[in-house]
Nanobody
Framework: QVQLLASGGGSVQASGSLRLSCSVSQYIYHDYVMAWFRQAPGKERDGVAAIDNDGKTNYADCVNGQFANSRDSDKKVLYLQMNSLKPEDTAVYYC???????????????????????????WGQGTQVTVSS
């Protein structure tokens, strides 16, 4: 069973930066899509950034140009660099992954673009990000 451990959250003032990390505890297949979702109090959990094993990325419009996904070469850690943070970025951030043998490029693109919670079968525990004005 793959386990994801998110870390790096905290409190920061507006315009500050944070970098979240998501460690993958066990082997995942060569093909995968990993993503960051966030959930503010009273709101739905929405996808904000995703990346696949080919390095293709997708960002929600609200964070495009502000957040950046990256991963280390052995695919065991996913990062989310968050810059120019605003109070509306305050939320619990979750990392998620979906991975199985021989995912087609078309299917990975579908997941990458969709930000649908149901498409991700592994979830981390969440890390709180609080941005004060």
């Amino acid at each position: 069973q793959v386990q994801l451990l998110a870390s790096g959250g905290g409190s920061v003032q507006a315009s500050g930066s944070l970098r979240l990390s998501c460690s993958v505890s066990q082997y995942i297949y060569h093909d995968y899509v990993m993503a960051w979702f966030r959930q503010a109090p009273g709101k739905e959990r929405d996808g904000v950034a995703a990346i696949d094993n080919d390095g293709k990325t997708n960002y929600a419009d609200c964070v495009n140009g502000q957040f950046a996904n990256s991963r280390d070469s052995d695919k065991k850690v996913l990062y989310l660099q968050m810059n120019s943070l605003k109070p509306e970025d305050t939320a619990v951030y979750y990392c998620a992954a979906t991975s199985f043998h021989l995912m087609t490029m078309v299917y990975k693109a579908y997941i990458l673009q969709g930000f649908k919670r149901g498409d991700f079968n592994f979830w981390g525990q969440g890390t709180q990000v609080t941005v004060s004005s």
